[in-house]
């Protein structure tokens, strides 16, 4: 019995050229690099330049994503791309990306569930190709969270990046064993009694403003393990696979400590998470395509690998996904 399974062909990523560093940081507010490196693991955090916006980091990262993957634009009909910094309130940036790379067949939509962007934006393309009404896509997490800070509050601005991270998906009959390649199972959860813990204060229909991200940094912290890791161990529970058999754990980079906590609770050796948060800070739904790209690009995934992707963010959302490399 064969089974459709969402293999991914390729995956790239961008990153603006400036780097705005701790020390940077610690010049213009009350804040040191001892403190962010201690409580979050951040050295450095790239930031958008003037007139760069969330299509032009997306639209660099699909190409090197396609490049990757060998694969023209034109093969590509479906774009999901998850952010909460879009260039507009409508339409979806995700257009903007399509129309950039010349497509002007299929669909394409963002996807907005904060931090865990990428995890639901994969799951929701990869139901997409399972179910035969499109046949390849890009998943794209790209975001300018440095446009939605508050530069002056220091417990959420240290913490936060721009970047964007692409994969490329082609539906593909597999043997339907845990041997497939592809996306194997996704998870994904919410719970709307959090909304006020990691929210942004403004948007068209409340203030007709932007607004400024706004965070109970505790409160998040408390929740997160215990989120973090109930999904990843229904993803086991789905598919067999354990913290042993798995081959990489490539989280959402909000933290580190909440990433070795997390990999701690769930007996995953540390040599196989793999970490950009030192480098990328967190920058929300890119922040796993960003990291994986990273561990593909220096030879830690290779084909077959079964790679763990796990996400929480805002809402809260939270999420893991499966997948053979
Ligand atoms: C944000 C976070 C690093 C703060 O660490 P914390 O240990 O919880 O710190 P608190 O917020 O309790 O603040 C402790 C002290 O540090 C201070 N502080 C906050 N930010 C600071 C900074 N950047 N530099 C120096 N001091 C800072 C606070 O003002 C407070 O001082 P006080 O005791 O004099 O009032 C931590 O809560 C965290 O990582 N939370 C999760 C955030 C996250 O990952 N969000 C994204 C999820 S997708």
Known sequence: MTAKRSVVLGCGSYLPQKVLTNAELAARIDTSDEWIVQRTGI??????????????????????????????AQAIDLIVLATSTPDHTFPATAVAVQNELGIHHGAAFDLQAVCSGFVFALATADNFLRSGAYKRALVIGAETFS?????????????????????????????????????????????????????????PSTTQTVGHLRMEGREVFKHAVGMITDVIVDAFDATGATADSIDWFIPHQANKRIIDASAHKLHIAPQKVVLTVDLHGNTSAASIPLALAVAVKDGRVKKGDLVLFEAMGGGFTWGSALVRW
């Open 147 to 203: 446009r939605i800070l508050d530069w002056n509050d220091r417990g959420t601005c240290v913490l936060f990046g721009d970047g964007a991270g692409a994969v490329v998906l082609e539906a593909q009959d597999q043997p339907g064993l845990p041997s497939d390649r592809g996306v194997l199972t996704t998870h994904l959860r919410s719970d709307g009694r959090h909304k006020a813990k990691l929210y942004v204060d403004g948007g």
């Open 43 to 72: 050295r450095q955090r790239h930031i958008a330049a003037e007139g760069e916006f969330t299509s032009h980091l997306a639209i660099n990262a699909a190409r090197a994503a396609l490049e990757h993957a060998g694969l023209d």
